[in-house]
Every structure is written in C-alpha cells, then in structure tokens.
C-alpha cells in the first residue's frame, strides 16, 4: 500500500543553480560507495552484473490481452468504480493500473524481502551517514513523447508528493527533507537524521511526473486528462466507472533493462469495473474479462461447475501464498466514546463466531486471523522470550499484564453459532464496562442504547454479518447492516465517520515506515489514514519507531514479536480470517513461470504477478478462439 508526502521549494532552489551553471559543494554521498541496488539491511542476492530476474521467463512472447477485476487498492483507488487519472492524490476515484505507466528510480525484486535495483537510475550512491542518497539516472530514460527524462523531473516527483500528494504518502515521506537536482543526470535526495528505515525503499518506488507536463496543470485535481507517463504502459482506451486498458510501449526504452526483462508481456492490461461481485461473476462466465482471483469462498465452492470449466476452457489453479497474509477483520473506531473502554471490545470479539462462520458459509476455506503479522515469522504464537521481556519491562503498567505472558487469541466456539458460554462472557465482559441491559435493550454508562453500525460497500459480505449480528441482538445490542456506494464508503472512511467496517491490509516481509500509517498516533488524526481503529497510543508509537530503527533482521523480528503482544492485548479489531493460498480461474490462455517469487513484485500486485511476470501463449489463444 503506498502513501506520500514531499516539499518543494528547496529542490526546486538547487535546480535552478544547476541550471544556471553554479559550481554546488560535492555532497557526502559522493564519498559512499556506488551500488546497483539497495535492500533494509544492505544484503542484495543479484551482482551488478545481472541480466534479469531469475523469476522471469526470458522467452515469454508479447502480444495478448491481459483482463480482470482491481484486487488490490492504494491511495484513492476503489475496486468497484473510477472517475480520474491522478491515482496520487485524495481527490476523486483513482483508475487502477496507472502505476505500469511510470517509471521510478528503482525496481523490487520480488525473491528477496526487500532488494530494489536500478530502474530509471542505474546506480545509487550511499553517504556513511546514510542520509544521502546520489541516484545517476540512466541517459535512455524517456517519457512517451520522446522526451528525456532528468533529475528535475524526478526531483520535482519526490516534491509535489510529499507536498500534495496523498495523506498515506505524505505520512510516508515525513522522513525525506528535499530532493535537489544537482544535474540532468543526478539527483541527491536527503533525508532526516533519524528516519524510517524502509523511507529510502519507498522513494525508489516512487513513479515519476514529467515536470514539464504540470507546468500549466494543477497536480492536485482530479482529472480524466493522460497524464504523461515513461512506463511500460500508457493509457488507451477508457470509459470512466466501466473499464480502462493499458496499452504496451512497443518501442519502450526500458525493456530490456535487467529488472524487465521477461516483464510486462501483454499487449493490452484491461481492468473491469463491477458494482456487484455476483454480477461480475457472470461476467467472467461470458468471458467478459479473462482472469479472476476468487475472494468468496462460497462461489469457488459451488459455481466453478459452468461450462467452459467443464469443456477446460477455463482453468482453476490455488497458488501458494508464502507473504505476510496481513490483518483482516471488523475494525472498531476507538474515535466514539462507546467503544473506548477494552471490556467492550472484548465483547465484540466473543460475540462473532468465527467456526459458524467459516463451516456453514465459506465451506471450511478460511483459517482464522490472529495476528497483523499471520503467516509469517513476525507473529507470536507463546509467551515471550527473555529478549522480548527486556523490551517489554519499561513498559510495565502502561500495558495489560497479559502481554507479559501467552499472546491475546480469539476464543474458539462450539460451532453452533451461539456458542452460550462465550455469550456468557461478553455479557459479562459488558457488564463490567457500565454497558447494562435495562428493558431487554443493552445502554451504555451515559443511558443511550447501544448501536452498531457496521459500513460495506459491496452486498457479497452480508451473510457474514447476519449471524454476527444476530449474536449481538442476544447481548441486547442493536446492530445494523449499512451499504452504501464506493463513494460515499471511501468519503465515509475517510472522514472516520463510521462503527465497525471490514478492512485487510499486508505488511510487507520488512515492515517499515507504513507501520506509521496504520498504527500511530499521527495517523489516528489524518483524514484519509489506514488507521481506521483510530489507535494512538504512546506504547505502541514507541514500539512502531523501535521496528523502523531495528538494525538486522534478527532484531526487527524481535521487535515485531513485542509489538504483536501489545497489539492484540489491545482488541482494537474483530479478527475475520485468511488462507495462505489464491483461488485463482483464468480463460486458457495465459501461462506462468513455474516458479512464482515468493514476495510481491510491487505495492500494486500480488506475489503471483498475473499482470506482470505471466504471459498469453499464442497456441492457446488460436485454440480458444476455434472453440467459440
């Protein structure tokens, strides 16, 4: 997920000397040493000399049609609708895809935790203090219309982001100080003295403008106006709110640079945007688009039986998911008086009966969540280590005591869906809190009736809230199921102006400064923030700055293992549940590499790179097309 924020008026200074041919004092980082590639902790698998990624298929063919619904959404995106082409910034409903066409600095590689290496720079130049970054850019880099892309444009990027960008990114970039041109070719990005570690990472995936484009434009609008790109991609035909393609630079100057080659194999990217997942099933049944990922387990299970599966025309596949699976659950807005006390919380979380749920309507598909770290090294799972109680000891008294033992997790039903003992215990937990049942309805210590709203834009995840909401009738709370528009739910969430609402987010296998994002207590009061529970607390804006100064994998580890028991000791969500694979069904025309990457390839994709790593085979789609 990405977030940005940039100032602008000091890049701008140094640029304007440059140009004028001033002699500008050599920067420390002239003195560090060049490298093709930067990681967190300064491993990198691949040597400067590398040809490309050994993920990749170097003998992929180009050509085809790549079709499906947005799965993932960053910044002001929605799944389900987009009315402008500035995917950047807060306003508006950024389209999806906008990113394939921009150019950034740098390029993950998706089988390392965290390695970026030379994109549109072709080396970066560390100063010992770690607070400069020299990036030479590489002379064939071009915007779509021909132009040469140079550090004022990168320069002027890093800047307008961090000025106007997107609150997340402007979270983000609070570490960056400037980015000065110092020439066409070079330029040197400073940041604070004590920054997020990952803050350098994120800047390299930056996409960069043309600063010549926004001369006489207003970067903060949103706008249906083609923004110029350098990308793989540029914007082809669209119809705002229905669909957007995304036609392939066929003479694109960074194709066969190491990072992409075997990259980008489709002649067109096409999203297709539904307001109904039923209905977008249909879709994909009529091949109105070609390849979907399948989040509702009740559909994988009981109307994967059309014909084209039948015939094998359409193809199933469940591609192992090794990354972080993230958090998915109720969030509940610690922002409204009723939900401050943890008692209540609690509650809430014995009310939902996660077995229910998953046997009777997700067919067994689903394991439950636990941690904002499930699936990965970072969550904890027994009490902590002596390592883990010499950081935890200052905090003695500012935490429950429960984290200095076993970790918090979620109470396991009967399976009946009204299991009575944990009925019992939110009751009492209820009860506790000053939140009574007075008249068969359940008040709150002022005497207002408990109610909860639970805000979803999409219908599909209802059953999931019915028998929730059924058990929270029997505490004698009223709770409600509210659906609303993608609008009107992003303008919603933005605004914190909500209950409880569904939300998933993945931290990445290093986590970083987007902890901030989600976590803090400056993100708790940004319009637009991640931070939807509205957590601040000092304990945890400690413990976020303890992972983002972690020096080695061994210590951030360790350090997520703390802050994971301060975490869930807090019950600021209702955890839901995940799966460590991905249903996917695609019309028999693509093919992958046999090894897909275990991380993923970018903050806009999947570690399966569909969009990006996979390819269409001539054969097949000849074939496809014979069988109509």
């Known amino acids: 997920m990405a977030q940005f924020t940039r100032r602008h008026a000091l890049g701008l200074g140094i640029g304007a000397l440059s140009a004028a041919g001033l002699r500008i004092a050599p920067a420390a980082a002239e003195n560090g040493t060049e490298m093709h590639g930067m990681s967190v902790f300064g491993d990198l698998k691949y040597p400067a000399d590398f040809k490309n990624f050994e993920y990749v298929n170097l003998s992929a063919p180009k050509g085809g049609t790549f079709s499906s619904l947005p799965t993932v959404r960053t910044n002001n995106q929605s799944y389900f609708t987009f009315n402008s082409l500035n995917a950047f910034i807060l306003k508006g409903e950024g389209a999806q895809g906008m990113d394939l066409t921009f150019a950034t600095l740098m390029a993950r590689a998706a089988d390392e935790p965290d390695a970026m290496y030379g994109f549109a720079a072709k080396s970066v130049r560390i100063s010992p203090d770690k607070r400069e970054y020299r990036f030479s850019l590489r002379p064939e880099a071009r915007f779509h219309d021909g132009s040469k892309l140079t550090a004022q444009d990168v320069a002027y990027s890093l800047n307008i982001l961090k000025d106007k960008g997107h609150p997340l990114v402007v979270v983000q970039l609070r570490d960056m100080v400037k980015a000065d041109a110092l020439d066409d070719a070079t330029v040197l990005v400073t940041f604070a003295e004590k ?118 025309r359409v193809k199933q596949e469940q591609i192992p998911d090794e990354t972080p699976s993230g958090a998915q659950g109720w969030f509940i807005n610690l922002r409204r008086d009723k939900f401050r006390d943890p008692r209540v919380r609690e509650a809430l979380i014995y009310a939902f009966d996660f077995e229910w749920t998953n046997k009777t309507i997700m067919y067994g598909a689903y394991a439950r969540t636990h941690s904002v770290f499930q699936n990965s090294d970072m969550m904890v799972n027994s009490p902590p280590s002596p390592e883990e109680l010499k950081v935890l000891e200052p905090f003695r008294g500012q935490v429950p005591d429960e984290v200095f033992g076993k970790p918090f997790v979620p109470p396991v039903s009967d399976g009946t869906g009204q299991d009575r003992a944990l009925l019992r215990k939110a009751g009492q937990l209820l009860n506790e809190a000053g939140c009574v049942v007075k008249d068969g309805k359940r008040v709150l210590p002022n005497g207002e009736v408990f109610t909860i709203e639970f805000l979803n834009d999409e219908n599909s995840i209802q059953p999931h809230h019915m028998p929730y909401i059924k058990n929270l009738a029997t505490l004698g709370i009223e709770a409600t199921f509210r659906l609303v528009d993608a609008v009107q739910y992003r303008a919603r969430l933005e605004d914190f102006d909500f209950d409880m609402t569904i939300e998933r987010f993945s931290l990445s296998a290093t ?77 028999d025309v693509f093919d992958h590499p046999k090894k897909l990457p275990r991380y993923q390839i970018d903050n806009y994709s999947s570690s399966m790179g569909e969009r990006t790593l996979w390819w269409c085979d001539p054969a097949k789609t000849a074939k496809l097309e014979q069988a109509k």
Request: proline letters at 5%; charged letters at 25%; one cysteine or more.
């Open 195 to 312: 920054r997020a570690r990952d803050v350098p990472l994120f800047v390299a995936s930056l996409p960069i403008f043309s600063k010549a484009y926004y001369a006489n434009r207003n970067f903060e609008e949103s706008t249906l106006d083609i923004p110029l790109g350098s990308g793989p991609y540029k914007v082809g035909k669209f119809e705002a709110n229905r669909y957007i393609e995304y036609n392939r630079v066929k003479d694109w100057w960074g194709a066969e640079l190491p990072v992409c080659r075997g990259m980008f194999n489709y002649d067109t990217v096409r999203y297709e945007f539904y307001r109904d997942r039923d209905v977008a099933f249909e879709g994909f049944t009529a091949k109105n688009y070609l390849f979907r990922e399948e989040f509702t387990a009740r559909i994988w299970a009981t109307r994967y039986d059309f014909p084209a599966i039948k015939d094998g």
């Open 511 to 587: 986590p970083g400064d987007a902890m901030r994002t989600f976590f803090t207590s400056q993100s708790a009061k940004t319009k637009g923030s991640y931070n939807l529970a509205g957590i601040s607390d000092p304990v945890i804006d400690a413990l976020v700055e303890k992972i983002l100064a972690a020096e080695s994998r061994e210590e951030l580890t360790l350090m997520c293992h703390v802050f994971d028991r301060v975490f869930r000791a807090g019950r600021y969500w209702v955890p839901q549940w995940y799966r460590s694979n991905h249903p996917v069904a695609y019309w």
